[in-house]
């Protein structure tokens, strides 16, 4: 039932270059039931991440009688949801961001450069899509993968780079980071 793209606008090369880009990782799958009168029906739930590896990330879940069709589901789910995350050197966080959702909350931290990701499994998948080599994360609460994933995505939406911070303030990034290197500045010339 797939449709063929339409010529013009956002036709068949500009969507088959962006499908190449992108990096899905499978979190997680898992077999539920929905007991009926003659006994149980079987279908499959996959929880599905994907990235570029270059600041955007999507997650989404989807479910089916068969284990492709449900990562399929999936993967359209995660390609609709994606959002942008600023990077500092394109590989780190700029600042450290918690976030949660349900019971599961998660503690990201920014790291330097070489500490790679330290971070458990659903969380590793999300910041492998996205690109960032250098992090430490820990999850609190919940070791459900959905809602580790939905609280990792809170962390990351919260997360704001200088100029995005500067902008909102009607300053330069100058200003905001001059009163650091002004105070250092006078601490290197008193020693």
Known sequence: ???EPREGGRGGREREREADELVDKLVTINRVAKVVKGGRRFAF???VVVGDQKGRVGYGAG????VPEAIRKATERAKRSMIRVPMKEGRTLHHDVA???GAGKVVLRSAEAGTGIIAGGPMRAVFESLGINDVVAKSLGTRNP???VKATFDA???CASPRAV???????????FGKRDQAAGAEAADV
Do not use: Q, S
């Not at 479910?63 to 068969?66: D, P």
């Not at 500067?166 to 905001?176: D, L, M, Q, Y």
């Open 63 to 66: 479910k089916a009688r068969e």
């Open 156 to 158: 990351l939406t919260r």
């Open 146 to 148: 959905h809602n580790m």
């Open 1 to 3: 039932m797939a449709r």
């Open 166 to 176: 500067a902008n909102r303030r009607g300053k330069k990034v100058a200003e905001i």
């Open 45 to 47: 739930a996959a929880l």
């Open 99 to 101: 976030g949660h959702f």
